[in-house]
């Protein structure tokens, strides 16, 4: 039994002119053999030799020889008890046919269509060889060639259709079937009629073989074939009702839930049933398969998971929510341990066995599910399944659905894996990582609607402060991203200790925390930064905390202009962003010696803090002289030759492309230019500054 737009095979093209591309031809036959001339005498003594190959050899000689004398030879080898000589026959057939295939729709006939042959007209290759597979048909009891002249008749397309019509009114038995096999074979819209009328006969065989022909034209002919096919979903033919449910499935046609229904009940239909489920659009779908979940068995309830999970992801989410979790509480434990990664005693949960799926998506459809039902055990499902790489987006979907819920089952984890012995991370790193990041959403969720002073909230963020300190570089960094957005100001001590740590994606992680820090608790911050400025070691987290706060007093402004150009590299980097963002038009000066510096990443992050300094300037007042003042700023960067610098100035926002101005900039600019800071000048002879260290911030 095949199902509903299974491949039929090479010869399943509407025409020659539509059936695409020729299946590859074996390698074993070079084309110059294929292509080389032979005596139709030598190819005939040829296929009667012992040998196999040689048969095969002689057979691919027929796709050039003539076609009238070719036929006879053909059907011989069609029927080659040898099923290579059959296949290599099919292929000469292929390559004569497209010798005299036409290359536009005929005059007078329909597109795509040829008229029989003209009296006096020498016939195709197609109509002479459908005349003689047809009369093979009628004749011959050989198995083989039967089933090869079925291939190349359906091949032949529309040429053969009129034809095979007629013939399924004059043939009797087990060759009608072949026929109507054919038919569906040509992909001819045409042959939908004479196939209906099938339908209607009593031979259970037939019909069987009519309807899987009309579904496997559903792309070529979509609505006609949809109405044929919901009409057989009342059949009394159940094999006839399980072809025309496939091929709606096929189709995506949805089916109505009142006619669907029934068939859910019948175990035969049930799997295709299941399927068509998923694409219903009942509300009343959704509570069926959830029903159904409660008792279903291997296969089954694998079915009506993927059914659930389609339908969770369409316009009935809302009615498949409310459905799980008015369900039986044994649906949720189900859902659950099909989620499992191992059942009782290290063996595969028993819902998967014997799927044909990948059971690693069944496993995370029911997670989904078992979410969604916020079943008993689905947060600690969760939990597990973040361990394994193929399943951590599914699980922190999961974690998602449950919220709040799902906090005691991952602080129950990080309590039991958040420790300072390396040992203890190997494999685990991604898992804990990616769980203190759900965790720090669910946390920062629930502190904007709800009490901040929770207690989960703060044995959360105690696992949190402790994960700061992971000799695990990718939990060390999410648990200082997580401070920025639940983290106390308590916190900032241990942040800023982070800046200076050995791991540079570490101290990365620590400067942005302690912005997101500073920017939640500002008196906090401004206190600290005052701190900070007095010790050379914390000169970095100092002005990190001043830019964050966006403002700062002349003694701030002195000591960022202070280490802008004394400081260690990082320190001078934040200094020249601080000092940007605090002091405005008046830290040009500072820039224009930063974009100099020695060092490429205080070069970058002067040339981006320009970028976004010229675009906040107007051209009105006293504003426009500062702007055409940086406007020579930025000329000199796009005069340096440094790609990467005037990158970063157009990442900040100088208009490099769009502002005519710049060329006429970069030509005044291109010779050294002296920038005037303070008593002395600095000569800038294509802005060429020191060795390239560090990383772009």
């Known amino acids: 039994m095949s199902r509903a737009f299974d491949d039929l095979g090479p010869y399943s093209g509407p025409r020659v002119s539509d059936a695409g591309a020729w299946p590859t031809e074996p390698e074993s036959i070079s084309p110059s053999v294929r292509s080389t001339p032979m005596p139709i005498s030598a190819i005939a003594a040829a296929l009667d030799a012992d040998d196999a ?55 007078g006939g329909a597109e795509g269509e040829r008229p029989p042959a003209a009296e006096g007209e020498r016939p195709s290759a197609s109509q002479l060889l ?88 559903g792309l070529i002919a979509r609505e006609r074939v949809t109405d044929i096919l919901y009409e057989r979903l009342a059949d009394r033919d159940r094999f006839v009702r399980l072809t025309a449910l496939n091929g709606l499935n096929g189709l995506e046609a949805p089916v109505p839930w009142r006619v669907l229904a029934p068939l859910i009940d019948d175990p035969i239909l049930r799997s295709s049933a299941l399927v068509a489920a998923a694409l219903a659009e009942s509300p009343e779908a959704p509570r069926a398969l959830c029903a159904a979940l409660a008792t279903a068995r ?42 499992a990664a191992q059942g009782p ?47 951590v987006e599914t699980a922190q979907r999961a974690l998602g659905l449950l919220g709040e819920e799902a906090l005691p089952a991952v602080l129950a984890y990080l309590e039991r894996h958040v420790d300072p012995d390396p040992d203890l ?25 709800g009490d901040p002073a929770d207690p989960s909230l703060d044995e959360l963020l105690g696992a949190v402060r402790r994960s700061v300190k992971s000799p695990s570089t990718l939990v060390a960094t999410s648990a200082l991203y997580g401070l920025a957005k639940i983290g106390a100001a308590d916190d900032f001590e241990l942040v800023v200790s982070q800046t200076r740590a050995i791991s540079l994606p ?43 706060l966006g403002s700062a007093d002349p003694e701030e402004l002195a000591f960022l202009r202070s280490v802008a150009s004394a400081g260690d590299v990082r320190a001078r980097r934040a200094a020249v962003t601080a000092v940007a963002v605090a002091a405005g ?54 005069a340096s030759g440094e790609p990467e610098l005037v990158a970063a100035a157009a990442q900040g926002g100088a208009p490099f492309r769009s502002d005519p101005p710049w060329g006429e900039a970069g030509d005044r600019l291109s010779a050294p230019v002296s920038i005037e800071v303070g008593e002395g000048a600095v000569s800038t002879p294509g802005m060429s500054g020191g060795p390239p260290s560090g990383k772009v911030p």
């Not at 089954?300 to 369900?327: D, I, K, N, W």
């Open 298 to 339: 291997g296969g089954a309830f694998a079915q009506l998971v993927r059914a659930l999970a389609r339908l969770a992801e369409g316009p009935l989410a809302s009615h498949v929510v409310t459905s799980l979790r008015a369900a039986p509480l044994e649906v949720g434990a189900r859902l659950v341990q099909a989620a």
């Open 506 to 548: 570490v101290a990365r992680a620590a400067e942005s925390a302690l912005a997101g820090l500073s920017e939640r608790y500002p008196e906090a911050a401004r206190a600290l930064a005052r701190r900070l400025m007095q010790a050379e070691r914390t000169h970095l987290a100092a002005a990190i905390v001043i830019e964050a």
């Open 425 to 449: 991370w190997e494999g685990l790193d991604d898992a804990t990582a990616a769980l203190i990041d759900g965790a720090v959403a669910i946390a920062e969720q629930r502190g904007r609607g």
């Open 345 to 391: 005693g290290g063996a595969e949960p028993p819902s998967w066995r014997g799927l044909g799926a990948d059971p690693v998506s069944g496993r995370a459809q029911a997670l989904v599910l078992a979410a969604m039902a916020r079943a008993p055990g689905a947060a600690d499902a969760a939990v597990q399944a973040m361990i394994e790489p193929a399943l």
């Open 53 to 107: 190959e040689e048969r095969r050899q002689a057979a691919a000689r027929l796709g050039r020889a003539e076609v009238a004398e070719a036929l006879p030879l053909l059907l011989r080898a069609l029927g080659d008890p040898d099923w290579r000589v059959r296949k290599e026959a099919t292929y000469a057939c292929h390559r004569l046919i497209q010798q005299t295939s036409p290359s536009a729709p005929a005059q």
């Open 585 to 638: 038009v008046a830290a040009l000066d500072v820039l224009s010696l930063s974009l100099a510096d020695e060092e490429r990443e205080v070069r970058l992050a002067a040339a981006r803090a320009l970028g976004r300094l010229y675009a906040s300037l107007s051209d009105a007042g006293r504003a426009g002289d500062e702007r055409a003042r940086a406007r020579e700023l930025l000329g000199l960067v796009r």
């Open 130 to 217: 459908v005349g003689a597979l047809l009369d093979a048909l009628r004749t011959s009891d050989d198995v083989g060639l039967r089933n090869a002249a079925i291939e190349v008749l359906g091949y032949c397309g529309r040429d053969a259709t009129p034809a095979l019509v007629g013939a399924l009114a004059e043939l009797a038995g087990d060759e009608r079937k072949l026929v109507v096999d054919a038919l569906g074979r040509t992909r001819d819209p045409a042959a939908l009629d004479a196939l209906y009328a099938t339908l209607g006969e009593k031979d259970d065989n037939l019909r069987q073989s009519a309807i899987e022909a009309i579904s496997g034209m």
